[in-house]
C-alpha cells in the first residue's frame, strides 16, 4: 500500500467511475436467512423502520417511518429485527468482493461504495464488463442484489445506480450524460432532500433541466451561496470529485444517537464506553489496530463536530479507545458554549494497521508529568495495558461462544434505550463522515 | 578567491563537509558550501543550521577570499574531473573548476548570505581514541529513534557514571547503554544521534577532542570539526527501566545466533517476531507466517533457568545481537512480557529490549 496514490486515476473524460449500492440491504440480508421473506413487503427496524423491501415501499413504507404508521399503510407489512452482525459480515464481504478489482474504492456507508476503474482496463476490461462481474460475483458469493451505476462522476454514478434498481446496471455514456439527467426529477439529485425540493418547487423548479436552466445567482440568493452554486453545478454535471479510497478501506467507526438531549457527562461515558467497546471488538476481529482516534459529537441543534488525535502506537484495546475518546469529546465540549447537551457520540479508528503481535514498550514516561495518565493508556506493555488486553481477549472470546450479548461493561449496560435500536447507529454511520484530521 | 589542490584531497574535504548539508532546506544558502581561504589553507563549512561540519585542507592558494558553491554539485564536479590537479576559482558570481580539460561553471550562492555559525564552545575538551569513540556511538545509536516526532528520543544522552561517560540511547522499544570508564563526562547533554552518526564518515580520527556546554556539542580532529546544537528537552529516566536481576540466562554464539535471526527475518515481515524457546539443550528460533510458510532451528547454548518462551521483533534482535562486542551473546531475560537484556560480558555494554506479545 505504502508509495500509492489515494487519488484514484479517473481523468473524468470516460465512464468509469462505479456507484455500487447493495439493494434494500437489511431486507436482503434478512431474506437469505428467512426465504418465505422474499416476495412479501418486509421492513427491518425496531421503533422505526430502518430499511423496506420495494414490496412494502409499494404501500408507502419508508425509512425513517414509525411502525405503527407503517403498518397502517401496509397492514400485511412483516417487521423483523435487525441481525447487525451479519449486516458488517456481508457488507465486508461485498466491498472485499469489489476491492478485487481495484484498490479505488470508497465505502460511503455499509451499502454503498465509489469504485474508480479507469486502471482496471487492461487487466479487466471495460468498465461495464467489470460492472457485470461485480454483480455476478456478488450474487454467487453472497447471494445478495446489487445494482450498480457507472458514469463520468461520481454524482452522475449514483444518479445511475439509483435509476438502476432493483438488481440492475445502467451506464451513462459521456455523450448522452445531460439528456439522461435532464428529464429527472430535482429528487434525483443527491443531496437534495425534502426541503430543498420544496423549495425549488416553489421556485417553479421541477426537473433538472429547469434547475440547470436557472440563473446561478437567482439559485445562490434562495438556496445559498454554496448550495446553489453546487445544485446547479451538478444539475450540469460538473462534479470533480475523486474517489478517494483511504476512507472506507481505512478505518473502523461506530456511533450512537440517543434521542433529545443529554448532558449528563457520566451518560456520555457509558455511551462512549458501549461504542468503544464496539469499535474495539469489531478491530480485534479483523486484527487490525489504529493510530488515529476520531470522536464525533452532535450537540442537541444537530451541530457536527469531530476531534482526532494521532497516536504514537496503534491501538486496539477497548479501554484505549474509550479513555482517548473521552478526552476527545471532552475538548470538544470544552470548545463549545456551555450547557449544550449531546444527540450523538461516535468513535472511529484509522490509520489502521495488520496487528497480529504487539510490541510491547518500555515504560519512558515521566509518571509526574500531567499527561501521563492519557499518555499510559496507549502504552503497550505496562500492567494496566497487558491487563486490559487481556480482559478484551476474555471477553471476545466469550461473545464468540456465548454471543454479542453475553458481557458487557457494567458502566454501558444502564445506557439506555433509545427509538432507534442502537446496532443501527453504528450501520447508519456514513463512512464518509468518518474523516480523519 | 582561487586555489589549486590535488582532485582527491579536494573532493575528500567538499564531500565531507556537504555531508552536513541536508537535502530539503528551506534556505537555499544551506544548500551551499562556504569556501573560505587564508594563509595556506582552504576551509569548507557545510550547515544545516542544527549540524556544521567544517573541513580543512592545505593548498595552493593564488588568490584568498571566500566563496559559496553549491553543496552536492561542486564536490561531486570535483570527483569526477580526471585525476591531478584542479582549479577552483570564483568571481562575479560564478564559481569556476576546472582541471585537465573539463571546465564547470557553476552559479555562486551569495556569500554574505550565508549563516555565521558559532562554534567556539567554553567547555574543556576531552581527548578520546577516535575509532573507539565512534563505535561505541554506533553501538548505542542502533537504539536511537529516527521519529522527529518525538525528538527527546533522537538523541544519544552522554553523561557521567562512576568515573567514566555513560552514552544511553532509546526509541521506547528498546534502550542502549555503553560505559566508557576513564573517559571525562562533560555536561550532561543530549546530542541528536542524526549529527553523531556522521562523525565517523566526516571528522574521525585516531585522536577526537570532545566537548559539550548545555547548548552545543563539538567534535574536532585533525580532520575538520562538527558542532551540532543539542535537544533542549530532558531524557526519560532511564535507570528505573533497567531491572535489578534477571532469573534466566542464556550464552550463545553471536554468529551462531546472527545467522539464525537473520534466516528467521526471511519469513518474518516486519511485524512478525521470531520465538526464542529457551531450554537446558539451548534455544529454538522458529517464526511462522500466515499463508507463506514457517522456519525452526536449533542453537547449542547454555542455559539457565526456567523454560520459557519469549517473542523479539527480528530487526531490533539483529540491531542488538549485532551490537555486542566479542564471540558470545549473553541474553537474560524475566518473563515473556518483560524486557531482555543482550551484553557481551565485559565491554560495559547492555542492549534492554521489549518483547512482543504472542
Sequence with gaps: ?437 | MRIRAERDDLADVLARAARAVGTRSPQQILQGLLCDVRGNRLEVTGTDSDVTIRTTLEVEVLEAGRTVVPAKLAAEAVRKLPVGAVTLSAEEGEVEITGNGPRFRLREFVVNDFPDIPDTIEAPLVEVDGEAFVAALAQVGVAASGDDARPTLTGILFEAHDDGLRLVATDSYRLALRDLPGIAAGETSLVPYRALREIGRTIADAKLGVQLDDRQAAFSSARGRMTARVIEATFPNYRQLLPDEYPNRLSVSKAALLDAVGRAALVAEEHIPVRLSLSESGVELSVTRQEVGEETEHIEAAYSGEEMTIAFNTRYLTDGVGAVAGDEVVLETIDPLKPGMLSGGSDGFQYLLMPVRL
Design chain 1, 1 to 437: 500500500m505504502f508509495g500509492m496514490e489515494d487519488r484514484a486515476p479517473s481523468d473524468g473524460t470516460a465512464a468509469s467511475i462505479l456507484h455500487a449500492d447493495l439493494d434494500a440491504f437489511y431486507v436482503s440480508v434478512e431474506r437469505l436467512k428467512r426465504p418465505d421473506l422474499v416476495g412479501k413487503p418486509v421492513a427491518v427496524g425496531g421503533g422505526v423502520i430502518v430499511s423496506a423491501s420495494y414490496e412494502a415501499r409499494a404501500y408507502g413504507v419508508n425509512a425513517p417511518m414509525g411502525i405503527r404508521q407503517a403498518r397502517e399503510l401496509c397492514p400485511r407489512l412483516i417487521v423483523v429485527g435487525g441481525s447487525f452482525e451479519d449486516y458488517i459480515e456481508l457488507s465486508d464481504r461485498v466491498f472485499e468482493i469489489c476491492r478485487t478489482y481495484t484498490p479505488f474504492i470508497e465505502q460511503i456507508s455499509i451499502d454503498e461504495a465509489f469504485l474508480d476503474v479507469a486502471g482496471a482496463g487492461h487487466l479487466f476490461g471495460p468498465a461495464p464488463t467489470i460492472a457485470a462481474s461485480i454483480r455476478a460475483d456478488v450474487q454467487a458469493e453472497t447471494g445478495l442484489p446489487i445494482s450498480i451505476g457507472i458514469a463520468r462522476t461520481k454524482f452522475l454514478a449514483k444518479v445511475a445506480s439509483q435509476a438502476a434498481k432493483p438488481d440492475g446496471l445502467l451506464v451513462v455514456d459521456p455523450a448522452h450524460e445531460l439528456e439522461f439527467l435532464h428529464p429527472l426529477p430535482v429528487r434525483a439529485i443527491w443531496g437534495v432532500g425534502v426541503k430543498t425540493a420544496e423549495l425549488l418547487k416553489e421556485m417553479g423548479i421541477d426537473t433538472v433541466a429547469e434547475l440547470a436552466a436557472a440563473k446561478p445567482g437567482w439559485l445562490e440568493s434562495r438556496l445559498g451561496p454554496a448550495a446553489g452554486a453546487h445544485l446547479h453545478d451538478l444539475a450540469w454535471n460538473r462534479d470533480r470529485r475523486h474517489v478517494e479510497r483511504h476512507r472506507g478501506a481505512g478505518s473502523v467507526g461506530a456511533q450512537r444517537a440517543f434521542g433529545g438531549d443529554v448532558k449528563d457527562r457520566a451518560k456520555h461515558r457509558a455511551i462512549l464506553m458501549a461504542i468503544a467497546d464496539r469499535v474495539g471488538s469489531r478491530l480485534r476481529k479483523k486484527q487490525r489496530a489504529g493510530r488515529t482516534i476520531t470522536a464525533r459529537v452532535r450537540f442537541n441543534d444537530l451541530q457536527s463536530v469531530t476531534r482526532s488525535t494521532t497516536l504514537r502506537a496503534p491501538v486496539a484495546s477497548t479501554e484505549a479507545l474509550y479513555r482517548v475518546a473521552d478526552h476527545l469529546v471532552e475538548t470538544a465540549l470544552a470548545e463549545a458554549s456551555e450547557g449544550r447537551g449531546l444527540s450523538l457520540l461516535g468513535i472511529s479508528v484509522s490509520k489502521l494497521v495488520h496487528s497480529p503481535h504487539l510490541q510491547l514498550e518500555l515504560p519512558l514516561l515521566d509518571r509526574r508529568t500531567v499527561r501521563a495518565d492519557v499518555e499510559d493508556v496507549w502504552r503497550s506493555g505496562s500492567a494496566a495495558a497487558l491487563a486490559r488486553d487481556r480482559l478484551d481477549e476474555a471477553i471476545d472470546e466469550l461473545r464468540s461462544k456465548f454471543g454479542k450479548s453475553a458481557v458487557a461493561a457494567a458502566s454501558a449496560l444502564g445506557s439506555g434505550r433509545s427509538l432507534v435500536p442502537d446496532q443501527f447507529g453504528d450501520l447508519a454511520i456514513p463512512v464518509a463522515e468518518r474523516r480523519t484530521e
